[in-house]
């Protein structure tokens, strides 16, 4: 009975030992993994800007539609009417933008953008199609998504929250004399 109990005292060790480097090479892979991911969406909902192009109603529809889903800030939504106020546009790190207010100025607008920045566009069918030679214009940029329902936006800015990581502004820490 006693070899008995030394082999399964021995088996015992080793299935010690793969439970433990199971275990390391799971929360390795978490942290090298999800982490990451988890830690630009809190970023990305606590700090970064987003910029609403649309006008009246709609601008308060979509307002409306990020605050409301508790995952963004009033504070961290910056609203452009008007061409005029793409000055404000600066700060921020997503662009929303609705397609059928500002088609004429969709060019300009993803020349806005820096490359590390996301341009999602919503473009309900029912306000009409982007034309192809606007959508193959879009396509040629990075991180540019289109929506077509409102049901999918928030899904899209959450994703593009992850994908487009926060980076912080570095500034001059020369003090000046």
Do not use: C, H
Request: no cysteine; charged share 25%.
């Amino acid at each position: 009975m006693e070899p008995i109990l030394k082999i399964l005292d021995f088996l015992g060790y080793i299935a010690t030992l793969l439970v433990i480097v199971t275990f390391v090479l799971a929360l390795i892979a978490w942290v090298r993994g999800i982490f990451p991911a988890l830690l630009r969406l809190g970023n990305g909902l606590a700090k970064r800007k987003i910029v609403i192009f649309a006008k009246s109603n709609t601008l308060s529809s979509l307002t409306n539609l990020l605050i409301g889903s508790d995952l963004f800030l009033e504070k961290n939504i910056l609203k452009v009417t008007k061409e005029d106020d793409f000055g404000i546009a600066e700060n921020a790190t997503l662009f929303l933008v609705y397609w059928p207010e500002w088609k004429e100025e969709i060019t300009k607008i993803k020349n806005l953008k820096k490359d590390g920045e996301a341009l999602i566009i919503y473009a309900p069918k029912s306000a009409g199609f982007i034309p192809e030679d606007v959508m193959a214009d879009l396509d040629k940029g990075r991180n540019v998504t289109v929506v077509n329902f409102r049901g999918r936006l928030l899904n899209d800015i959450v994703t593009a929250m992850i994908t487009t990581g926060y980076t912080k502004k570095q500034y001059d820490n020369r003090r000046i004399f």
